[in-house]
């Protein structure tokens, strides 16, 4: 297994191991049929085995004229982290960590932010790699039952079916008959 940076060429991979990746996640359905590029400087790194991404990490980061990262400082925001479900628990998302750490404390980072949910086991994975939990909130999912007992819109042409929703407050509990809900939280890994 080689870790190297992303090239193009490699864009029809990154993206088929980023989605089988996150197929048995609460990020299922947050698909990506384009690699992302972003207005920052970046790092992007790829694992490949037998010339196939197997594992891929991409850090967009602060400058002095733009910030990526919620938290103050200079910091690396992780905007995607992910290895092929067959190649999972081998050591290669750590690897992949270990080697962007290294890369963001050459260019001066003071720390590493990512996000994820509650469900799985990436906010353990997060904790056994030195990150720590910094802030949360919610997502929730309301389905076409779900609705029908929220806010509509005050256009009777206009009928939400489904909603996505980021819940900041207090009262959760308000929403327990939502059946897809996660709690989203940061993590802050210190270089
Ligand atoms: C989180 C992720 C990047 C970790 O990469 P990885 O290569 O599988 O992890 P590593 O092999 O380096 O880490 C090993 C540790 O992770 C845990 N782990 C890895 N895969 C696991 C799995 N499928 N189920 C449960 N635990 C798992 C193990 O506890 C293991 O710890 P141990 O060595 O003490 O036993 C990877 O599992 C993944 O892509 N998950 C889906 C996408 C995702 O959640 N991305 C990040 C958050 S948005």
């Known amino acids: ?20 990746s996150f197929l048995d996640t609460a990020y299922y359905d947050d698909v990506h049929r384009e690699k992302e590029t972003f207005e920052n400087p970046s790092i992007e ?14 850090i967009e980061y ?19 982290l992910a290895v092929h479900p067959d190649f999972q628990g081998r050591g290669i998302g ?12 050459k260019l001066e980072l003071e720390f ?22 910094v802030d949360e909130y919610y997502h929730l999912y309301l389905s076409d039952e779900d609705m029908a007992h929220s806010v509509q819109p005050g256009d009777d042409n206009l009928q939400p079916l489904y909603m ?8 959760i509990e308000q929403f327990d008959s939502i059946e897809r809900k996660y709690k989203c939280m940061c993590y802050i890994r210190n270089l």
């Open 1 to 20: 297994m080689e870790i190297r940076n992303y090239k193009p060429a490699d864009e029809k991979g990154w993206v088929r191991c980023r989605v089988l």
């Open 45 to 58: 790194l790829v694992a490949i085995e037998d010339e196939q991404v197997v594992g891929l990490i991409d």
């Open 62 to 80: 602060d400058t002095k004229d733009e910030k990526v990262c919620s938290e103050e400082g200079t910091g690396g925001m992780i905007w995607h």
């Open 94 to 105: 750590t690897a992949l960590m270990e080697r962007a750490v290294e890369e963001a404390i």
């Open 112 to 133: 590493l932010e990512a996000w994820t949910r509650d469900a799985g086991h990436s906010a353990d994975w997060f904790e056994k790699n030195a990150y720590r939990k």
């Open 164 to 171: 996505f929703a980021q819940y900041t407050g207090d009262d």
